[in-house]
């Protein structure tokens, strides 16, 4: 509604601007990407991917490897991994 408030932020957002950091990392192509309106603390200034359920943004990016790939994510103490090797 246009108006600020304190609570716990990330969720899907976490999921994918950690996806969004391992995918620039293995050098694959961003299809979309948009930033949050605010400055968010769980990735660096400008490293954030933000998603909406309610349709709007995403975060898309593309396979440019001539090979297939996997996406290894996990979570250990209170922080999201995502890894991206050649399957």
Same mark, same amino acid.
Do not use: M, W
């Given at each position: =509604? %246009?108006?600020?408030? $304190? ?6 957002? &976490? ?8 995918? #620039?990392? +293995? !050098?694959?192509?961003?299809? #979309?990407? *948009? *930033? *949050? ?6 990735? @660096?200034? %400008?490293? !954030? +991917?933000?998603?909406? $359920?309610? =349709? %709007? ?10 090979? @297939?790939? &996997? /996406?290894? =994510? #996990?979570?250990? !103490?209170?922080? /999201?991994?995502? &890894?991206? /090797? +050649?399957?």
């Amino acid at each position: =509604g %246009g108006k600020k408030s $304190t609570g716990y932020g990330g969720g899907v957002c &976490q999921v994918s601007s950690t996806l969004y950091n391992a995918v #620039e990392k +293995a !050098d694959l192509k961003v299809k #979309e990407r *948009h *930033h *949050h309106s605010l400055r968010v603390n769980y990735v @660096p200034k %400008g490293k !954030d +991917a933000a998603t909406s $359920t309610a =349709g %709007g943004v995403d975060f898309k990016f593309v396979n440019t490897k001539s090979y @297939p790939i &996997q /996406i290894n =994510g #996990e979570i250990a !103490d209170n922080t /999201i991994h995502v &890894q991206i /090797i +050649a399957a």
